[in-house]
């Protein structure tokens, strides 16, 4: 295939939103190269547990190529031609040699050179059969990675709802949410299987799990919590799915969501990897791995939360994917800043439409109306503020809380912030500079000093400065009397 001095590793939106980066950069034709095994260019990956399963109306590519989910030009095959990318579709990657700056391409392909290396290889879905559960690759039973995968779910729901609408969704956090929703709409008798104690146990805490799983029981969704499924039945393709507890339930169809795991394999002793969590490829604040010439992005970067004390973490998330894709290629021309992330996550189930900002760490108050579904959340850890959650709020009210999560602004009482509610976020949003307390209540103000100190500082000084004018003029008179 040749030698590039650039090559981006992988599919999903973030080949797109590194090649807008590297022609904003000025990237000459035949220098950049993207590849991936899927059949498309890249494309905006949420949109395939979300609007792609309604039941009419459904987007299809091309009418959600990157960048149009980040604001962006609509980038179909033409528009890498006209740029002169080389993206290398239906293009497995056999092996990458770190070393020697070559991949091989299966099937015979040739092998491709580079001066410098993005690797955005994802995450791989866990399938049940890791967890040994039996006959786990009967046909009915589906996971949501690529449009290939999506595709593959709509057929397959024409087909089952001939025969039965029972469906079971396996996993009860984020793709269970979205892929259930989707299925009610779709006219499936739903049934979500979970080990946790509640929904989103990783984000939601009891009331707000509690709220959401009466809305979806509401919608004729079946929750069963703290068990997993272990097997299934079925004569060639899935009838029934056998539960640790003994329990059988009929399932037309099955949507498997129970979690990934970074695609870091052909990199193992060429990157230095993490194997205890996060996992990943570690990579620094410019997103740059152990090799100098390499770059990680999207799932399988392992890079430090510069506002959140540095401490090293993986965003599996569409934003994460589009940003750092960006700024790895912009360190690449030279930039020199950090990657200083706001972690974030949204959803819309239903009518239901919730945003989260920061960490969901220490104490917890929900302010709002709860029962109604027009509620947030704010979380507050060492006197300061650090995650917020909204459910049906206002743009404007989004907006506040993502600037309460980048300031992470000193924290009135639990008591106070319920009682504030988005007033809290929205005085917070249009006050930039705001005072800092200690810990003991104290406004910290001038070079980060108590107010009371500087005030107390100021008083001595003062004093200081009008004895000295009086032993001063003292020593004046006594001279000259003396004189």
């Not at 930039?335 to 992330?341: A, F, G, V």
């Not at 005072?435 to 100021?458: C, E, I, K, Y």
């Amino acid at each position: 295939m040749g030698h590039f001095k650039y090559v981006f590793l992988g599919g999903g939106q973030g080949g797109g939103y590194a090649a807008a980066e590297f022609v904003k950069q000025g990237v000459e034709p035949g220098e950049l190269a993207i590849v991936t095994a899927e059949k498309y260019v890249s494309y905006e990956r949420p949109a395939l547990s979300k609007a792609y399963l309604k039941a009419e109306g459904a987007p299809r590519l091309p009418g959600f190529h990157a960048c149009v989910g980040g604001g962006g030009e609509k980038q179909t095959p033409d528009w890498y031609k006209e740029k002169g990318i080389e993206y290398l579709t239906d293009s497995k990657v056999e092996s990458v040699d770190i070393k020697s700056k070559t991949m091989k391409l299966a099937k015979g392909g040739d092998d491709i050179t580079y001066d410098k290396l993005i690797i955005a290889t994802g995450s791989t879905n866990m399938t049940l059969d890791m967890f040994g559960a039996k006959n786990a690759h009967l046909k009915g039973i589906h996971y949501l990675r690529d449009v290939a995968d999506a595709d593959g779910l709509v057929a397959y729901m024409k087909e089952a709802k001939k025969v039965s609408k029972k469906a079971v969704m396996v996993g009860g956090g984020y793709i269970g949410l979205e892929v259930s929703a989707n299925l009610v709409q779709n006219g499936f008798d739903v049934t979500m299987v979970f080990p946790e104690d509640r929904l989103m146990a990783k984000m939601f805490n009891e009331e707000m799990a509690t709220f959401y799983e009466k809305y979806y029981e509401d919608k004729g969704v079946t929750l069963i919590k703290g068990d997993t499924v272990t097997g299934f039945e079925g004569d060639g393709k899935v009838e029934v799915a056998e539960l640790k507890s003994g329990k059988k339930l009929e399932a037309g169809l099955v949507v498997v969501g129970v979690g990934a795991k970074p695609n870091t394999d052909m990199f193992k002793g060429q990157l230095d990897l993490l194997e205890d969590k996060p996992g990943g490829v570690k990579v620094n604040s410019q997103l740059q791995t152990s090799n100098p010439d390499v770059y990680a992005v999207g799932d399988i970067a392992a890079f430090p939360l510069t506002m959140y004390g540095g401490k090293v973490n993986r965003q599996e998330h569409v934003v994460n994917a589009r940003l750092s894709a960006a700024h790895a290629v912009k360190a690449i021309f030279g930039s020199k800043e950090t990657y200083d992330y706001l972690p974030y996550f949204y959803s819309r189930e239903f009518d239901l439409a919730w945003q989260f900002y920061g960490e969901p760490e220490g104490d917890y108050v929900i302010h709002g109306d709860l029962q109604n579904g027009k509620f947030g959340v704010y979380w507050v850890q060492d006197g300061k503020v650090v995650g917020t959650y909204s459910e049906s709020a206002t743009d404007e009210q989004n907006a506040a809380l993502k600037e309460v999560a980048l300031k992470k602004p000193d924290a009135p009482s639990l008591g106070e912030l319920k009682k504030m509610g988005y007033d809290f976020a929205m005085k917070v949003a249009h006050q930039p500079n705001q005072l800092q307390h200690d810990s003991n209540g104290d406004v910290r103000t001038f070079l980060g000093w108590p107010a009371s100190s500087v005030l107390r500082t100021s008083v001595i000084a003062m004093a200081c400065v009008v004895a000295a004018g009086f032993y001063f003029r003292h020593q004046r008179r006594h001279s000259a009397s003396a004189s």
